[in-house]
């Protein structure tokens, strides 16, 4: 059966590899790409090797020849100003990228980022002509007390609270459950299903079932090549959002694959 949505698989590099291995990783990627017209792939290197990879996807200011995009990890929701450390939404449009993660459970737990500021983000990247990939996801302690669906819904409205209805279309959802990410404990198809099929329904109180419909929604967290077809075959899981096993481009790719 056609998948009612086309795939969106991104690689989310965290705080590893060097610029050589970047490089190395990214061509890799972009030489397989070709073969997966039907998958959208985005790799999310750190914000200091993004030129690189924008290099090796041949990209300026854009998707290039090889057809993967490339993302931000996070950005700050001024346009400029004195902000040290900080990386524009603008700046990451002007080395090429197409895409950011925002409100990942990593900067929500390490670095205090609130549901209101990943909304501001979010706005911010819009403006900026980025496609946001906005995160939610529960602990295991929430999961375990039985608030998975309270947790992912305050998430989720909160960060996109200032986000009008017509926006909707332009951004992409990812469902990380926090107990699944680097622990290699994935989600059952059925536990990341019953979510994403709460989150496409959030999305439709918030605009249309129509639109809600349109809407992309990944599932990240322990994907490996191993669990990913399983989890494709769900009908609202859109793709996914690779940590660990997105450093090796076998792995991303045979991931990528199983959403093809
Ligand atoms: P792992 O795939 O390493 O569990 O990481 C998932 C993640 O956090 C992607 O954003």
Redesign the pocket.
């Known amino acids: 059966m056609p998948r009612r949505r086309k795939a969106i698989v991104a690689g ?1 590099w965290k705080m590893h590899l060097d610029a050589a291995k970047a490089r190395a990783l990214a061509s890799a990627v972009a030489a397989a790409a070709p073969r997966m017209p039907t998958v959208d792939l985005v790799l999310c290197p750190p914000a200091p090797y993004l030129g690189e990879v924008a290099g090796a996807l041949g990209l300026s200011g854009g998707r290039g020849a090889s057809g993967v995009a490339l993302g931000g990890q996070n950005c700050h929701h001024k346009e400029s100003g004195a902000f040290t450390g900080e990386v524009a939404p603008g700046m990451l449009v002007d080395v090429g990228c197409r895409y950011c ?1 925002l409100g ?3 900067r929500r737990a390490l670095f205090g980022e609130t549901d209101a500021m990943i909304d501001a983000k979010v706005q911010a990247a819009l403006a900026a002509g980025l496609t946001p990939i906005v ?1 939610v996801g529960e602990s295991l302690e929430e999961r375990e007390a039985g608030r998975t669906e309270a947790v992912v819904t305050a998430q989720l409205l909160g960060s996109l609270a200032g986000l009008p209805a017509a926006d909707l279309p332009r951004i992409v959802v ?1 469902y ?1 459950p926090v107990w ?4 290699g404990k994935v989600a059952t198809p059925e536990q990341a299903q019953e979510v994403h099929a709460l989150v496409r329904g959030l999305l439709a109180s918030r605009s249309s079932a129509a639109v809600a419909d349109g809407i992309r929604i990944q599932y ?4 490996k090549p191993d669990n990913a077809a399983e989890l494709a075959s769900r009908p609202d899981i859109d793709g996914a ?5 997105s450093l090796k481009a076998d792995d991303f790719l045979a991931i990528a694959a199983a959403f093809a």
Do not use: F, K, M, P
């Open positions: 989310n993660i990942h459970s990593e995160c990812a990380e699944a990410i680097g622990t990240g967290g322990s994907v959002l690779v940590g660990g096993a």
